[in-house]
């Protein structure tokens, strides 16, 4: 976005903004609207085919090898043949951001019949683009939260995050009143009833910052910025090394530490590829505003949860939208502003 | 077309050569065999369940495999720096030590390598991260740089020995025409490799007890000390176990070496316990837990205070040439410096970053049993790459193994 358009005081650290939006600093893939290719898309491109070569190599390999017996061999049934391709074509398949539609398409079509072939059941996934002049932010309203956890719960719905290891990608700070933002010693895993006396409370999640140093240090850009502002992953590109998560000031980050496991009736059928699809064991997940929500026009899980209307969240872009009105009406801060992370996620008190 | 056929021979002899060796060697490579099979059972066991295998979580993200990575890159980049003295200013005294130093090297770096691998949790889509058919995030993660740097180092540190002993085993004299050059490059990348590492933590404005400027010279210092120490006690070993001859002057030398490293580390990290303390701020937080702990959580204090003691003694002792020109003392002061600086540059370094975490929760990190035996592992795997490298060098050297013309 355009400096006019920032609503939000930010620091000046001498970085030199790039003039595409976009901060995975290319414009091929889901970041593209050109449909010429320039010269940068072109050398992106080879990839793509070196990987293909890089699959018919290997593949020659474990033939000689006799280790594709399931996806070769004419005895085994079709479906299992299939799994096994898809298995292989999935394995093989580039880095999301620089996909072209068709084999965005592609991999959607591959990764919705999967889960058909080993559940029987359906889910539809979308790989919807950011649409033009959107720039999501979000807005906490510290006065108003309770601490009721209803989002906490709702996000770990939505997004079909692991039940086993209970993940969750909001945190409820539970502070004490009366020694301001003391984060150190507040608790962000209480059970007990809330509102408790002489407490207030604050959520932190993913703040989906403007100048996010998880997707600098990523080794493979499995993380990037969408042009809608939303930091996602790409689970299946990513390596699982955590520097991101290193890099993250604000505990935003997930990992995979184990295979994750929703019970099939409680899977979220609703799902984006950069969202809430189910996800692997060794790879990194966090929130991202319910893409699969946010892009279709809706709020996110946690928004529409909060019994008290502590959360706003809306297009920053849009001049007659809830946030801006918060933005340029309430006395709005951001956490650890000092770092330059700029993050699009404000706290205000009535 | 010939020189193809010299290192076919040559490989054939370094066969015989390994498989060769009187009974404390055969018990020392079968217990080494034995330590990697055993990690890598344990590793197979952390594949299947997932990192979830291991004493890291959400909170402590990198523990004991990213702290041995450090502090071997650290080794590698040390055992190199031996190699000016030998080549460039033509110090006899250093040249067998350089040949040791080149080995302990590609050890240490295949080490490296083999502890960022355990540490991935998708090792089966590391190909992501090969420039031409992934995506490398070059230049902007440092992780990138460092897989680079790595791979070079290795490149270098493998084609320079292996030219000399090609040329020492058609019993020839290396030209130092052709291997001067790389020497210096490799020098500049040693420090490259170390400087790159520590960046890798310098840069996260997440982490303040990393985001720190004298964390690169502190590693540099730290692996100057560590590196030629445990030269020093190798060198020892193989002169105890084969012919081939060290003089004891050079173990002095390398010794001044060890010495001034570990006193300008000393110093360093005054300087860094002065910044904490005298005028603690939020950030000094995590220091405050490595060295006294945060609410009764403790499980740094012995690591940190052993590493302290040894280094501090170790240092002052190493200082006064008498006691350091006593071999027998210098040997045991070498082994303290090196476990202090294994624990200061690994534990002592890479957990207290996650503690307390970015809300001021304090998570503590223990490494389970499946993590310990992979670490043993990588280690005996370190040790068995050295030794049949050493033995073969050595062999070659001393002219046992020649090329024998048909
Ligand atoms: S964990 Fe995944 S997303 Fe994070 S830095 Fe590593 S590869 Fe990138």
Known sequence: ?350 | MKTLKVFRSLVKDAMLEVTHGNRAYHIWMAVLSFIMLFGMYNYSIQLDEGLSATGMTDRVSWGLYISNFTFLVGVAAAAVMLVLPAYVLKNVDFKQAVLIGEGLAVAALLMCLAFVVADMGGPARLWHMIPGIGVFNFPNSMLAWDVIVLNGYLFINITIPLYILMMRYQGKTPNPKVYIPGVFLSVFWAVGIHMVTAFLYQGLQARPFWNNALLGPRFLASAFAAGPALIIIVLAIIRKFTSFKVPDTTIKKISMIVTVAAQINLIMLISELFKEFYAPTHHSISAVYLFFGLNGKTALLPWIWTSISLNVIATIALTFHKIRNNLKILYVLCGMLFVAIWIEKGFGLIVPGFIPGPWGKIAEYTPTFVEISVTLGIWAMGAFIFTILAKTGIAVELGQRVYKKK
């Open chain 1, 1 to 350: 976005m355009s400096n006019e358009n920032k609503k939000w005081f930010s620091l000046n650290l001498n970085r030199s903004k790039k003039t595409d939006s976009c901060g995975c600093g290319n414009n091929s893939g889901s970041c593209s609207d050109q449909k010429e290719k320039d010269g940068y898309d072109q050398i992106m491109d080879v990839p793509m085919d070196r990987r293909a070569a890089f699959k018919k190599i290997t593949a020659g390999f474990l033939i000689g090898a006799g280790a594709v017996n399931s996806s070769c061999s004419v005895i085994s049934g079709d479906e299992s043949k299939e799994k096994a391709n898809i298995e292989w074509e999935e394995y093989f398949k580039g880095n999301y951001k620089l996909m072209t539609n068709e084999e965005k398409d592609k991999t959607v079509d591959r990764l919705t019949r999967s889960y058909e072939l080993r559940t029987g059941k359906n889910l539809s996934m979308s790989s919807k683009d950011a649409e033009e002049d959107v720039l999501f932010g979000y807005a906490f309203n510290i006065s108003k939260c309770q601490g009721y956890m209803d989002c906490v719960n709702a996000c770990v719905e939505e997004n079909n995050q692991d039940r086993a290891t209970e993940m969750q990608y909001i945190r409820i700070h539970e502070m004490d009143e009366g020694k301001g933002f003391n984060f150190e010693e507040s608790d962000d895993n209480y059970y007990h009833e809330v509102p408790a006396d002489g407490h207030f409370y604050m959520g932190t999640q993913c703040f989906h910052c403007d100048n996010p140093p998880c997707v600098e240090v990523c080794p493979v850009q499995a993380t990037w910025k969408e042009k809608d502002g939303i930091v996602v992953i790409d689970y299946d590109w990513c390596i699982g090394c955590r520097y991101c998560m290193a890099a993250c000031p604000y505990d935003g980050r997930r990992f995979n530490w184990k295979t994750p496991e929703v019970p099939e009736k409680e899977v979220n059928k609703k799902q984006h590829y950069l969202g809430n699809r189910l996800r692997k064991k060794g790879v990194m997940e966090k929130c991202t505003f319910c893409i699969q929500r946010s892009r279709e026009g809706q709020n996110p899980a946690c928004v529409e949860a909060c019994p008290t209307g502590s959360r706003t969240f809306g297009n920053l872009l849009d001049p007659k939208s809830n946030i801006r009105w918060i933005l340029d009406n309430k006395k709005v801060f951001r956490l650890k502003e000092d770092l330059g992370t700029e993050p699009k996620f404000w706290y205000y008190m009535d």
